[in-house]
């Protein structure tokens, strides 16, 4: 019986990104005591049958946090923005939960290992958006050039979900964390404080980001334990591009000492002349290499 298992979610516009996700993590070896279940938002029934034979389980998304029907009318991968903070309930046969978002892909099986070890003893294994080479974390409009307006990520979302102008100033400055990649033990009580705060932030706020912000509110306010893993088990190329190396062939850390890119994930899409990456797979962007070279290249996944 398999102890850990690594998750997803898709609709049909996501199924290649899923699809690569998954032969991603089959590629290394070590993946084979490792389960791979997948949450349906709006697959196909042809899709759902090309994964059954890929992956251990597969499970329909539902809404287990009750949502205005008024907000989420067509909007079926909005699950995502709930479920995520549900998983035991959907597949309660394995004992360590590793997330990963359809549009992110393995670079690394050290990172898979890395977040099942963060997980230990109830802890939340989780990755900061903040690293070498960030140089914006927060907008600012400044009145009479002196009067600053915040307008962080976690600072616009607690605002909107009303949860209070205590929590928010609290939010505001704290390095924001990703949810596209995360990892929980099965018993771990921080199930229940992140769906407390989940309820929270659904009830005013935008079901997109809501998840988000209630994990944030968990580590930030709650303060539940967690281990902080390296940027680059959740590297999001829409803020800092990767470099390559030629000799290994392998994406990693544009900064020293350039470490191998773990996970890599297109979280807001790669842009290039008004098309998105995630959408096609043809789209290459300019890199720098090791080698000091620029090449051309795509970040999606090559089986």
Same mark, same amino acid.
Request: proline fraction near 3%; charged fraction near 25%.
């Given at each position: %019986?398999?102890?850990?298992?690594?998750?997803?979610?898709?609709?049909?516009?996501?199924?290649?990104? !899923?699809?690569?996700?998954?032969?991603?993590?089959?590629?290394?070896?070590?993946?084979?005591?490792?389960?791979?279940?997948?949450?349906?938002?709006?697959?196909?029934?042809?899709?759902?049958?090309?994964?059954?034979?890929?992956?251990d389980?597969?499970? @329909?998304?539902?809404w287990? /946090?009750?949502?205005?029907?008024?907000?989420?009318?067509?909007?079926?991968?909005?699950?995502s923005?709930? =479920?995520?903070?549900? !998983?035991?309930?959907?597949?309660?046969?394995?004992?360590?939960? #590793?997330?990963?978002?359809?549009?992110?892909?393995?670079?690394?099986?050290?990172?898979?290992?890395?977040?099942?070890?963060?997980?230990?003893?109830?802890?939340l294994?989780?990755?900061?958006?903040?690293?070498?080479?960030?140089?914006? %974390?927060?907008?600012? *409009?400044?009145?009479?050039?002196k009067?600053?307006?915040i307008?962080?990520?976690?600072?616009? &979302?607690?605002? =909107?979900?009303?949860?209070?102008?205590?929590?928010?100033r609290?939010l505001?400055? @704290?390095?924001?964390?990703?949810?596209?990649?995360? @990892?929980?033990?099965? *018993?771990?009580?921080?199930?229940?404080?992140?769906?407390?705060? #989940?309820?929270?932030?659904?009830? @005013?706020?935008?079901?997109?980001? =809501?998840?988000?912000?209630?994990?944030? %509110?968990?580590?930030?306010?709650?303060?539940?334990?967690?281990?902080?893993?390296?940027?680059?088990?959740?590297?999001?190329?829409?803020? #800092?591009?990767?470099?390559?190396?030629?000799?290994?062939?392998?994406?990693?850390?544009?900064? #020293?000492?350039?470490?191998?890119?773990? /996970?890599? &994930?297109?979280?807001?899409?790669i842009?290039?002349? *008004?098309?998105?990456?995630?959408? *096609?797979?043809?789209?290459?962007?300019? !890199?720098?290499?090791?080698?000091?070279?620029?090449?051309?290249?795509?970040?999606?996944?090559?089986?």
């Open positions: %019986m398999k102890k850990n298992v690594i998750i997803s979610l898709a609709d049909s516009n996501y199924f290649d990104l !899923l699809k690569e996700l998954i032969e991603s993590i089959k590629s290394f070896k070590e993946s084979k005591n490792t389960a791979i279940c997948i949450l349906d938002a709006g697959l196909t029934e042809d899709q759902k049958n090309i994964l059954k034979e890929k992956v389980e597969i499970k @329909s998304a539902e287990d /946090i009750e949502v205005s029907a008024f907000k989420t009318k067509g909007k079926e991968w909005l699950k923005q709930v =479920s995520r903070a549900f !998983l035991p309930n959907y597949f309660p046969n394995y004992e360590k939960y #590793l997330w990963i978002d359809c549009d992110a892909w393995v670079h690394d099986w050290n990172a898979v290992e890395l977040y099942f070890k963060a997980c230990e003893s109830n802890k294994g989780i990755t900061q958006t903040i690293g070498p080479g960030y140089k914006i %974390m927060s907008k600012v *409009n400044w009145l009479f050039g009067f600053a307006i307008k962080s990520q976690n600072f616009k &979302h607690a605002m =909107s979900s009303k949860i209070g102008i205590e929590k928010a609290k505001a400055f @704290s390095p924001h964390i990703n949810i596209g990649v995360f @990892s929980l033990e099965k *018993n771990s009580p921080i199930w229940d404080v992140w769906q407390k705060n #989940l309820n929270q932030t659904l009830k @005013s706020g935008k079901i997109f980001g =809501s998840e988000g912000l209630a994990i944030n %509110m968990s580590v930030y306010i709650d303060e539940v334990e967690t281990e902080f893993l390296p940027l680059n088990c959740n590297w999001i190329a829409s803020n #800092l591009l990767p470099k390559f190396d030629e000799i290994n062939q392998t994406f990693v850390e544009p900064f #020293l000492p350039n470490y191998k890119i773990g /996970i890599m &994930h297109l979280a807001a899409g842009w290039k002349d *008004n098309q998105d990456m995630r959408m *096609n797979r043809d789209l290459k962007v300019e !890199l720098d290499t090791l080698e000091g070279k620029k090449i051309l290249k795509s970040l999606r996944h090559i089986s």
